[in-house]
């Protein structure tokens, strides 16, 4: 076990399995097809995302550097919170881009029945100890969890 | 965050929840960068992302229902990006019904919500709106609230104008407040490259592999490019324009980047040179060995690798008037070495409505139209992110087409060959 600080962008506690990617995500191309086709699990339909392609996301601890890609990022983010596919928290181990702070905040400001924590800067480290499946903990003063 | 008075009682709901929400977002959404004041969005026009009235972006419509139903329009007009349908490009009957009646379903209704919201006017679609021929074109130093990753690296790389990459939704809710939270891209130091990028290359790199390079090894810094002027002649003219156009798309989407500087070529290099470089910038070097070693990096994910192309896509992001022109004598040139007068595979080059309006003035439509080409106002990107689209064998010069899709990545030289030599590899 083993527990990381960062900064809470998004507050909320969860408890979750996670899926990491150690490249950065690319929301569109990971969201699209799932929201565009009802798949609740919210497959990664990102090709280029070794890591994620195929898995599930949706109610997983998304645990990535950051994301990239496309300005439909953030709206993207804030359609899968709204249509209740969106991760149980995305947990970033770099400062959180533009992108991702879009979705996050709108989720947040404009979405009143949806928490998705969401905690940035949690360091390099986090990403190179955290593994697919290990179970997170997420807590109010934006500690993370890893067991 | 230190707003004005105006800005605080905006805050405070004196004119409106849904102001006074906007506010809020964009208040949290900047301090999370480090900001600390709300500056004016001083272009003419805004540019939003969104212009496809997919079905599964529901929620997006009803955020902005309720823009249009408080009143808060966009203060200022806006382009947006392609629409996602248009009858000349093909498809079979089932395509056809999946994006009439499940993806687009919305389009219509949706279009309506934009034309409330301050759409410039009604063919404003395009990825590229800043070209001359479509006049949403920022000056140098203005304060943009936009998005699209491909216009806002442009926006910010080659005509100087400043611009964060905004998402979605922000882009718009900057223009109905008129301020955009002051950060990153905005401000002098956000504006200096962390990289210092060499070009080693034995001839003019491809400006779509190039882009997809650096934007891989950057990700969201910024690069200061050395060694690209004597590729694209010294001077930023329309050829020199349309290379980092393409360029600039591939960095934006395969990484992040919302902002380079090009030795003696983009404005702000020009200006102030080497001081643009931040201490300690990493370096990368891109000769010939690097560019082959990306290019063969892309996985291919057709099921048959060998399948003879179905569809080719060229204008991702769209054609420029230029691009249209030289493609076609290319195009005729190498039809003719064939003994050739129509391609071998589907083509659609796509471009600006304003654009093609232009290019049809021109004698060179008639000579495109001859060898089969199609041209064509639609966003590839939104054709090809189906299941159905997905399977067909689509290949294409655009690294943003490739990242975001199934289509496979060819060079230039290559994509000529193909659609005039027949196809298949």
Redesign the interface.
Known sequence: MKEFKGRIVAPGTVSAPAVVSHGGLNTLASFQKALQFGDKKATCGDQNNPDLYGKQMAGKALCLPRTIGSTTGGLVLYCACSMKRQPACMLFSEPIDSLAAAGAVLADVWLDEVSMPVIDSLGEEFLNYVKDDMTITVKEDGTVVVE | MNLTKEQQAILDGEKGDVLA?IM??LI??GE??GADAMVPVTSKYNHL??SFG???????YE?MDKLIEAGNLSTQKFSADPRPLDSNVPSNFLQNFIFKNF?YSRQEEYEVQLNQLGLMEKDAFTCTCYMDEVGNTPAMGEVLSW???SA?VYANSVLGARC????????LMGSVLGYVPYF?LLTDEGRKAKWIVKIETTKKPEAQLLGSAIGMKV??DVPYIVGLDKWLGGELNDAAKTYLKDFGAAT??N??VGLYHVENITPEAVQMGESLIEEGAQVYVVDDAELERVYKSY?V?WKNKEARPKLCFMGCPHMSLEQLTDWTGKIQEALKAEGKTKVCIPTVFTAAPAVLKKFEETPYAAILKETGVITSYICPLMYM???LSEKMPVITSSNKLR??T?ARYYTDAEILEQITKGGGK
Do not use: C, H, Q, W
């Not at chain 2, 997919?54 to 997006?60: E, F, G, R």
């Open positions: 929400r809020k977002t949290r959404y999370l960068f992302v969104t997919l079905k599964a972006l529901k929620p997006v955020l993806m998005s699209e990753s806002v964060n990459r905004n998402s979605g939704i922000i882009d990153g990700m969201e934006a989407s990484g992040a996985p994910i992110n189906n299941p990242t975001y199934s």
